[in-house]
Nanobody, 120 residues
């Protein structure tokens, strides 16, 4: 089992930055590929970013160039640095873990989410 706990969400203004963290406990964090997703009110959950065990990354087009995913295996933590935030980035952000190296498809574990609200 892997437990994931997100933190770092909050209320910011458009153009601000925010860094989300996802702390993992349980089985070996470094063996998992990690993703960030988000769900805005009334919308389906959508992919944001993904980082593989080796550090390779993928991003949704909507966040490419503004968001950066990273991981610190020594701290069992994955981060999402969000810059130049827009009102459309408002959502609950979730981290997730999977064994597969593909960012698409199902994930094995999910966190409870953290709210990010961007005011314009």
């Amino acid at each position: 089992q892997v437990q994931l706990v997100e933190s770092g969400g909050g209320l910011v203004q458009a153009g601000d930055s925010l860094r989300l963290s996802c702390a993992a406990s349980g089985r070996t964090f470094s063996s998992y590929n990690m993703g960030w997703f988000r769900q805005a009110p009334g919308k389906e959950r959508e992919f944001v970013a993904f980082i593989r065990r080796g550090g390779n990354t993928n991003y949704a087009d909507s966040v490419k160039g503004r968001f950066t995913i990273s991981r610190d295996n020594a701290k069992n933590t994955v981060y999402l640095q969000m810059n130049s935030l827009k009102s459309e980035d408002t959502a609950v952000y979730y981290c997730a873990a999977k064994s597969s190296v593909s960012f698409s498809g199902s994930y094995d574990y999910w966190g409870q989410g953290t709210q990010v609200t961007v005011s314009s």
